[in-house]
Each structure stands twice: as structure tokens, then as C-alpha cells.
């Protein structure tokens, strides 16, 4: 066990729905990053917040957003959902203390756009 | 901008068998390296990382993996493999872009072990 929730486990929706994805971050952690992984793209680095602020960008479309509370739980909002957004959506956490460090992943979250 | 190329997309090996996972990387600055592994419907979990030091660096669960600058590589390591290592490695690069560390992940590698 990581220490980092997700939820919901599992997701089935509709095409042009939106969903909200949630991540609880380790105990301690300041740093959340979201990630896709699918078959064809592999694993890609989405979004990082830090303490409540954005803190890098990846690939991340403009239908995607996120934030970080002040309790530092984070969601990842997806809109117009298309069927190429069915994918496996992790969670990480770390410190943030500003060097190379481990990434706590969560257990995902499955969604599917149907 | 750094990249990771996992050479293999599936490597079986049977159970007690040494087994190498390579990973090449390329990158104009000084890189950081990890291996983790993802147990099936599971999170990722990392096996080990190279920082600095000692180009030999070892994990957990018997594995270890050499850094070598010069042929920009990062294979991971097992002598002895058993069955509960079935499961997709992942080899990343990260670099310092301004204070943060947002790892590069290659595209994975399956290694199936068989009785």
C-alpha cells in the first residue's frame, strides 16, 4: 500500500460527459502529479501541483484540468470526454522538496468512455 | 528533451533464470534514473533509482542496475527470477527542469515468468 487513495476505481461514461477524478496524496507529501496511461501512448506525466499550485504541465489537454486543495487531496477534471480518453488515470505523490525523488503511485483510476 | 527506449515490450523467462530488462535513455544533461515495476492492477512501485555514487545500484526484491553514461543505459538485473515477478517494468529518466523533476517513462516491459 502506497499511502495515495484514488477514487473512484472505476468509471463508465458517456461520450461529451465530464468526470471528476480524486487523489488523497501520502501523509505529508505537498507534491501531486496525474498521469495517463493507455495502450498506445504508454505512460504520460499530465499536470504536477505543489502545495496548491500549479507546478509543471505535460500533455495535458485543454478539455483536462486540475487543482490542489488546501488539504492537499487533488482532482483531476475531464470534460467532453471523447472515447480516446479511456485510459488508466494514476495519482503520484512525493515530498516536493525540490530534487529527483520517488513518485508514491495510487491505484488508479479505469476509465471508460463509451 | 530526454527520452527512454525500452528495447523489449515483452521478455518470458523461465523461473530461476537470470533475466536483464535494458533501457536506453538519451539526454543533453545530467539525468536521474528509476526502474519501477506495476504488479497487475496495481500502481507503480519503484524498484530502485540511480542518483549518484556508485554506478551500481541495488533494489528491491534482488534486483539491481547499472548506470553507464557512455552508452546511456540503464539495464535492470535479476540472477535468479522467480514467479511473483511477473508483472510490467518501467524504466524513467527525470531531469532538473527548474526545480522540478517530472520523470520521462518508457513504454514498459512484460516480463512473464513461467514455471
Known amino acids: 500500500d502506497s499511502g495515495v487513495t484514488q477514487t473512484p476505481k472505476h468509471l463508465i461514461t458517456a461520450t461529451g460527459q465530464r468526470v471528476t477524478l480524486r487523489c488523497s496524496p501520502r501523509s505529508g507529501d505537498l507534491s501531486v502529479y496525474w498521469y495517463q496511461q493507455s495502450l498506445d501512448q504508454g505512460l504520460q506525466f499530465l499536470i504536477q501541483?505543489?502545495?496548491?499550485?500549479?507546478?509543471a504541465k505535460g500533455n495535458i489537454l485543454e478539455r483536462f484540468s486540475a487543482q490542489q486543495f488546501p488539504d492537499l487531496h487533488s482532482e483531476l477534471n475531464l470534460s467532453s470526454l471523447e472515447l480516446g480518453d479511456s485510459a488508466l488515470y494514476f495519482c503520484?505523490?512525493?515530498?516536493?522538496?525540490?530534487?529527483?525523488?520517488?513518485?508514491?503511485f495510487g491505484p488508479g483510476t479505469r476509465l471508460l468512455v463509451l | 528533451a530526454q527520452s527512454v527506449t525500452q528495447l523489449d515490450s515483452q521478455v518470458p523467462v523461465f523461473e530461476e533464470a537470470p533475466v536483464e530488462l535494458r533501457c536506453n535513455y538519451s539526454s543533453s544533461v545530467s539525468v536521474y534514473l528509476f526502474w519501477y515495476v506495476q504488479y497487475p492492477n496495481q500502481g507503480l512501485q519503484l524498484l530502485l533509482k540511480?542518483?549518484?555514487?556508485?554506478?551500481l545500484v541495488k533494489g528491491i526484491n534482488g534486483f539491481e542496475a547499472e548506470f553507464n553514461k557512455s552508452q546511456t543505459s540503464f539495464h535492470l538485473r535479476k540472477p535468479s527470477v522467480h514467479i511473483s515477478d511477473t508483472a510490467e517494468y518501467f524504466c524513467?529518466?527525470?531531469?532538473?527542469?527548474?526545480?522540478?523533476?517530472?520523470?520521462?517513462f518508457g513504454r514498459g516491459t512484460s516480463l512473464i515468468v513461467h514455471p
Open positions: 503520484a505523490s512525493s515530498g516536493g522538496q525540490g530534487f529527483p525523488e520517488t513518485q508514491y
Open positions: 501541483y505543489y502545495n496548491g499550485e500549479e507546478r
Open positions: 524513467a529518466v527525470t531531469t532538473d527542469r527548474g526545480g522540478s523533476y517530472i520523470p520521462t
Open positions: 540511480y542518483l549518484s555514487g556508485s554506478t
